[in-house]
T-cell receptor
Framework: GQQVMQIPQYQHVQEGEDFTTYCNSS?????IQWYKQRPGGHPVFLIQ?????EVKKQKRLTFQFGEAKKNSSLHITATQTTDVGTYFC???????????FGTGTSLTVIP | NAGVTQTPKFQVLKTGQSMTLQCAQD?????MSWYRQDPGMGLRLIHY???????DQGEVPNGYNVSRSTTEDFPLRLLSAAPSQTSVYFC???????????????FGQGTRLTVV
């Protein structure tokens, strides 16, 4: 199946520091989605990127889709304790019938 | 709207036992999927369905069966539980996208399964 690699696996930051997680694929992606899972919770959709080079912002979160549509990143500015959780990227197959999740980045924010 | 409802929330099985994890959605979504989540492995797709009567295998289908007799329900059956199936299971549903473009997936609360 389609493989989506995500790095880093874990990240500990002091509150107020920035955080970035990266998602990489060896094949061109039709679109990419990002989800957040709070500890003990279920994944919740954050955003979808479709266009090459697309950049979207949600308050302190910035999402980018690479020009070649093979990579994506999520950047959080000035982290807060409410940002704690695991962030996943997910990319769909060419048919759009299923999508595959990256391994996730677990973010810990130290107050 | 209840969204995606999974039952049970927790389950302990003995090796060799069978059971069914239930998943129901009330959003009239065409697509439904089952994932398992293990530490360091992310979410791995077990089976999925693009509509009633249609199912297909994902990345890790062995040991699991599914059926989709209605739009609303997508149960996951463990035929003969093994310790390797200890995991957290999530059901998700979404609308069909346009071509290769996906749509937002909605997840259930998860079922934490332990096989001893």
């Amino acid at each position: 199946g389609q493989q989506v690699m995500q790095i880093p696996q874990y990240q500990h930051v002091q509150e107020g520091e920035d955080f970035t997680t990266y998602c990489n694929s060896s094949t061109t992606l039709s679109n990419i989605q990002w989800y957040k899972q709070r500890p003990g919770g279920h994944p919740v959709f954050l955003i979808q990127l479709v266009k090459s080079g697309e950049v979207k912002k949600q308050k302190r979160l910035t999402f980018q889709f690479g020009e070649a549509k093979k990579n994506s990143s999520l950047h959080i500015t000035a982290t807060q304790t409410t940002d704690v959780g695991t962030y996943f990227c997910a990319a769909s197959t060419n048919t759009g019938n299923q999508f595959y999740f990256g391994t996730g980045t677990s973010l810990t924010v130290i107050p | 709207n209840a969204g995606v409802t999974q039952t049970p929330k927790f389950q302990v099985l003995k090796t060799g036992q069978s059971m069914t994890l239930q998943c129901a959605q009330d959003m009239n979504h065409e697509y439904m999927s089952w994932y398992r989540q293990d530490p360091g492995m992310g979410l791995r797709l077990i089976h999925y369905s693009v509509g009633a009567g249609i199912t297909d295998q994902g990345e890790v289908p062995n040991g699991y069966n599914v059926s989709r007799s209605t739009t609303e329900d997508f149960p996951l059956r463990l035929l003969s539980a093994a310790p390797s199936q200890t995991s957290v299971y999530f059901c998700a549903s979404r609308f069909r996208g346009q071509g290769a473009i996906s749509t937002e997936a909605f997840f259930g609360q998860g079922t934490r399964l332990t096989v001893v």
